[in-house]
């Protein structure tokens, strides 16, 4: 079972920036899309972004469309998550987590076979 661990989260301000990373214990991100998604208190899990095993797709959630943005570096199994102009409502535990094969269901937690543990991200007002 691969592992994934999230870091990088922490206390911001509105309208700044975190930068979230996601190491995988094994070299098997280039074959595979990775995730983020982000759950809140009393709220179910959610689809933020991913990204295709060679980077050539990339998929976002409308809510962080122009704010976030995925990438990864594949010789260094990781993946990343720019975060820009934080909002409070952005304030979540952010997962990153390993994508099946069917592309299809890349916006929907079911099709994630692997996950990290999280890592909170709070954006104060």
């Known amino acids: 079972q691969v592992q994934l661990v999230e870091s990088g989260g922490g206390l911001v301000q509105a309208g700044g920036s975190l930068r979230l990373s996601c190491a995988a214990s094994?070299?098997?991100?280039?074959?595979?899309?990775m995730g983020w998604f982000r759950q809140a208190p009393g709220k179910e899990r959610e689809f933020v972004a991913a990204?295709?095993?060679?980077?050539?797709?990339?998929y976002y959630a409308q809510f962080v469309r122009g704010r976030f943005i995925i990438s990864r570096d594949n010789s260094k199994n990781t993946v990343y998550l720019q975060m820009n102009s934080l909002q409070p409502e952005d304030t979540a535990v952010y997962y990153c987590?390993?994508?099946?094969?069917?592309?299809?269901?890349?916006?929907?937690?079911?099709?994630?076979?692997?996950w990290g543990q999280g890592t909170q991200v709070t954006v104060s007002s």
């Open positions: 990204i295709s095993g060679n980077s050539g797709n990339l």
């Open positions: 987590a390993r994508r099946g094969a069917d592309s299809s269901r890349t916006y929907y937690a079911t099709a994630y076979d692997s």
């Open positions: 094994e070299q098997i991100l280039s074959s595979y899309a």
